[in-house]
């Protein structure tokens, strides 16, 4: 069964409780377990990980390239800045869909540019929690069918 990581950055681990105007009331384990049941349906396994520091995700990409076909990537502020976490992700040759749960083109101005889009297979924003299971659709189609 192909296995997808499932990689948060920083402040995720607060989802519900920030901004619930800009990110909803779902939760992080609330993701994690509508993530759980699309995988079961979709025939992924999938690890979940959040980290509030860069270099623990990517640590965590770098391992993603001999225990995962993919990696759904909703790397937070990191998105915006990290130029680490893009080369992380171009040096592993996995697919990775970035995901948001707000629509970043229409936040600040800041917020438009992403490093991650480059290396990406795509980027699903503004849907909330249904984007991780649009990206986990979308691997699936790539990985299942292999």
Known sequence: MPSVLILNGPNLNLLGTRQPDVYGAT????????????????????????SNHEGTLIDHIHAAKS??????LNAGAYTHTSI?????????????????????HARETFRHRSYI??????QICGFGAKGY??????????????
């Open 84 to 104: 680490a976490l893009m080369d992380a992700i171009a040096s592993v040759e996995l697919p990775v869909v970035e995901v948001h749960l707000s629509n970043i």
């Open 27 to 50: 939760t992080l384990a609330d993701v994690e377990n509508m993530c759980a049941a699309a995988a079961e349906v979709l025939g992924l396994s999938i690890a979940f990980e959040q």
């Open 67 to 72: 225990s995962h076909g993919g990696i759904v």
């Open 117 to 122: 889009a480059p290396v990406a297979l795509g």
């Open 133 to 146: 299971v649009l990206a986990l659709e979308v691997l699936a189609e790539r990985l299942v069918s292999t």
